[in-house]
């Protein structure tokens, strides 16, 4: 957050293609690529008292140009799924009910002509065990339905970490759309067993249909031993298993 916006907001090395071919080397299916922190998340730690602009949001659709410009570098480098990462979505949970708007409309420009299966991915601020009672206040169920409008194919929302507290925000969910849900908690060294994982699932399919359900962990697992990390991974593939024989 100790950053001044001291002149104009142009591309820099972000290199996300060349980590993309990397990943692709050892990779047998499609990558996805998370790109971010993102334009609203960024600008709203950056000061302009300084800066040719007037405010945060302007920074932010500065910074939307740059972050769109490096989607579609991905797209032509072969990409087909990507993730936008910013948790710029609660900012309205601070500053009020009319910054929906130009948080959906700052979205739309970042992703504009962006060939590719686009996910927006906006944590519950889980990281590290933390609860921000007043950022992420409501949870999901404050926010996510004034997202619906914006032209993303998937929410990524987080939900083990609050045992699926929120999952009714995701009734409504427009039926062109799909949500990628959180049932592995990253705060915990815990490894869930594959039922629990199951019941987490199933939690989810009493109000979305499964056609339009992907799994994933809430947020990411940088902070876990890699041995709970590979093996919360294997519990998650172990549940799914276990809720699709149920469905077949």
């Known amino acids: 957050g100790g950053v001044s916006?001291?002149?104009?907001?142009?591309p820099g090395p972000l290199r996300l293609v060349d980590f993309y071919r990397i990943?692709?080397?050892f990779a047998d299916k499609p990558v996805r690529c998370c790109v971010g922190a993102g334009p609203a998340q960024l600008s709203a730690m950056v000061h302009v008292e300084k800066s040719p602009y007037k405010n945060y949001q302007e920074v932010a659709y500065a910074l939307a140009e740059v972050f769109n410009a490096e989607m579609?570098?991905?797209v032509a480098a072969g990409a087909t799924h990507i993730q936008l990462e910013d948790l710029?979505?609660?900012?309205p949970?601070?500053?009020?009910?009319r910054d929906f708007k130009w948080i959906c409309d700052l979205?739309?420009?970042t992703i504009d002509g962006v060939d590719a299966r686009i996910g927006w991915h906006f944590c519950l601020g889980n990281t590290w065990g933390n609860t921000a009672h007043g950022f992420t206040k409501g949870g999901y169920g404050n926010i996510l339905s004034h997202y619906f409008d914006v032209p993303v194919?998937?929410?990524v929302v987080d939900f083990a970490c609050r045992e699926m507290r929120d999952v009714n925000a995701l009734e409504g969910l427009p039926k062109d759309k799909s949500v990628a849900v959180g049932?592995?908690?990253?705060?915990s060294l815990e490894i869930e067993a594959p039922e629990q994982v199951a019941q987490r699932i199933r939690r989810v399919l009493e109000i979305v249909p499964p056609e339009q359900v992907t799994l994933t962990t809430d947020c990411g697992m940088k902070q876990l031993p890699r041995y709970c990390a590979a093996n919360k991974l294997k519990s998650l593939v172990s549940g799914a298993k276990i809720v699709r024989k149920e469905l077949t």
């Open 93 to 97: 949970n601070l500053t009020g009910e």
């Open 72 to 74: 579609k570098a991905l």
């Open 107 to 109: 979205v739309r420009q």
């Open 183 to 187: 049932v592995i908690d990253v705060r």
């Open 23 to 25: 990943a692709t080397r």
């Open 153 to 155: 194919d998937e929410y």
């Open 5 to 10: 916006a001291i002149g104009p907001i142009g």
């Open 88 to 91: 710029g979505a609660w900012i």
